[in-house]
């Protein structure tokens, strides 16, 4: 019933910037949290940035101060706006959304995954 859809990746040159998006289709209650994940070739997935239903964040230390997340829930979207990119934030991002479904009943579901290149 629910999917995620992302979009925004792309290749960039170090010190640019790209703005992701993950948009939650299909039928749903409500949207709870909402979060970004990386992952590099041969690397485990990671933890990127997070939002909650009331808006707090946080992020990585590796990222803190160029990236920031954010959401309008009246889109039913997620944002990652990143800035000052560099070379080592090459990687597959993913969106990661916790969902009610009913009132009663919620699930997490993943994005399908965009490609973020930052050459040098």
């Known amino acids: 019933q629910v999917q995620l859809v992302e979009s925004g990746g792309g290749l960039v040159q170090a010190g640019g910037s790209l703005r992701l998006s993950c948009v939650a289709t299909?039928?749903?209650?409500?949207?709870?949290?909402m979060s970004w994940y990386r992952q590099a070739p041969g690397k485990q997935r990671e933890l990127v940035a997070a939002?909650?239903?009331?808006?707090?964040?946080n992020y990585a230390d590796f990222v803190k101060g160029r990236f920031t997340i954010s959401r309008d829930n009246a889109k039913n979207t997620v944002y990652l706006q990143m800035n000052s990119l560099k070379p080592e934030d090459t990687a597959v991002y993913y969106c990661l959304v916790r969902i009610w479904v009913t009132e009663r009943f919620n699930n997490h579901y993943w994005g399908q995954g965009t490609q973020v290149t930052v050459s040098s």
């Open positions: 299909g039928s749903f209650f409500s949207i709870d949290a």
């Open positions: 939002i909650t239903s009331g808006g707090s964040t």
